[in-house]
């Protein structure tokens, strides 16, 4: 039976849960059934690329203090919702969960689905409140990872399956296009420098400013490195740490043979990949890494530290390791990326391992908890007026 179902998320940028939802959202299209991706859009533009599947972007006005921008976000995704109508609707982040849970104290929903991607650590009492509450008043959770499934039951006693995530080899190949030979032109890069990626801008969990000083220890062995820093959109505060890494790019001298890009616009992702020499992904706090799958497709090799969930789903010889206590152990995993077999290794392997994370069978794990929601939904609304019974 085709399902109608809305999939929630907190913007329209592409952060972690969003590229999920948004590819989840896609498969769920492709065996058949009606989703639609709905998110609050500050800026009118939409998503950060066009879905194959149906979007509801909810106007959403513009907020610099975080409290107040999570209550004023949960407010415009409740209100929007109200009066519409879906066999499942999934939230894929603590707002948009929250939108749901004042939806089922209206009495409007009968339950949501919510996936954990991963939890932050909250100093304010009411955006704490609001995470926790995001997770108690699900009626099906998901996770990405056994790490965050185990945390959910440890510490929150609920079981959430591990659906995982994907990678779409279409989009991300070894295949070089036209729009790689400018990419570099376009964003102010050397075209006579090894490429080092980040991805996902200046952060502490992205350990960004470990791999700045790894990277500088590099130049002085290989002065022919640049490093790039993309991406960075986020709803969070990360001002503080973001000041200590410029200061110390400032310190260094350095500041020629960084690119801090910003945001990019997301056609030009795949391009990132090939060009790039390697990325490099020392973060700390991590749902699931979809970065990492993305590089891999694209046949670039791929620095990962040592720890869950990373150790879940890629073997010893899918990436090249590092050891977040160890700082020196990303600067020699850096100078080892770089050596051209490891190059010529990751062009087969990198492909060979993404093949492995597929956004179908990712969507197919959700079937069997969208249809108990369904059902629910489904008596809900026949009791409600909504819809009528089914002729016998």
């Known amino acids: ?24 959202a896609e498969a769920l299209c492709d065996a058949g059934h009606d989703a639609t991706l709905i998110a609050p859009d500050v800026t009118g533009a939409g998503f950060f690329r066009t879905p194959r599947c149906a979007t509801n972007c909810i106007p959403a006005v513009p907020e610099t203090d975080l409290p107040t921008l999570v209550e004023r976000r949960i407010g415009e995704i409740r209100d929007a919702l109200r009066g519409q109508h879906f066999d499942v609707l999934h939230a894929q982040d603590p707002i948009s969960a929250n939108a749901l849970a004042e939806l089922v104290e209206e009495g409007r929903i009968p339950g949501f689905a919510r996936t954990v991607h991963h939890l932050d650590h909250f100093t304010h009492p009411v955006l704490a409140a609001r ?4 997770i108690r008043a699900a009626a099906e959770l998901f996770t990405v990872s056994t790490m965050w499934e185990d945390v959910l039951r440890n510490d ?36 006579d420098r090894h490429l080092i990626l980040s991805v996902g801008g200046i952060e502490r969990r992205k350990n960004t400013l470990q791999l700045l000083d790894a990277f500088l220890a590099l130049r002085c062995e290989q002065p022919d490195v640049h490093l790039v820093v993309a991406g960075g959109a986020s709803l969070l505060d ?36 090939r060009q790039a020499d390697l990325l490099a992904y020392p973060s700390v706090t991590e749902g699931f890494g979809l970065c990492p799958l993305e590089a891999l497709a694209c046949g670039t090799p791929v620095i990962v530290p040592a720890i869950a969930p990373f150790t879940e789903h890629f073997s010893a010889t ?28 990751f062009r087969v392997s990198g492909p060979a391992t993404a093949r492995r994370f597929d956004w179908g069978h990712v969507a197919s794990r959700h079937l069997p908890a969208y249809r108990c929601l369904a059902a629910r939904s489904r008596t809900d609304a026949i009791a409600s007026g909504v819809l009528s019974p089914c002729p016998k």
């Open 1 to 24: 039976m085709s399902l109608s179902i809305g999939i929630l998320t907190h913007s329209t940028n592409p952060r972690g849960g969003v590229v999920h939802g948004m590819a989840l």
């Open 131 to 134: 995470q926790e509450r995001g």
């Open 156 to 191: 929150h006693g609920r079981e959430a399956p591990v659906v995982g995530n994907g990678v779409d080899p279409v989009r991300f190949s070894p295949v070089e296009t036209a729009h790689d030979a400018t990419l570099r032109a376009r964003y102010h890069l050397p075209a």
């Open 238 to 273: 990360h001002s503080a740490y973001r000041n200590r890494f410029m200061a110390r790019l400032r310190e260094s001298g350095a500041a020629d043979h960084v690119t801090i890009t910003g945001p990019v616009a997301d056609e030009d992702m795949p391009s990132f990949y």
């Open 318 to 345: 899918d990436a090249l390791w590092c050891q977040p206590a160890h700082p020196d152990t990303l600067f020699m995993a850096l100078r080892d990326a770089l050596r051209v077999e490891n190059r010529d290794h």
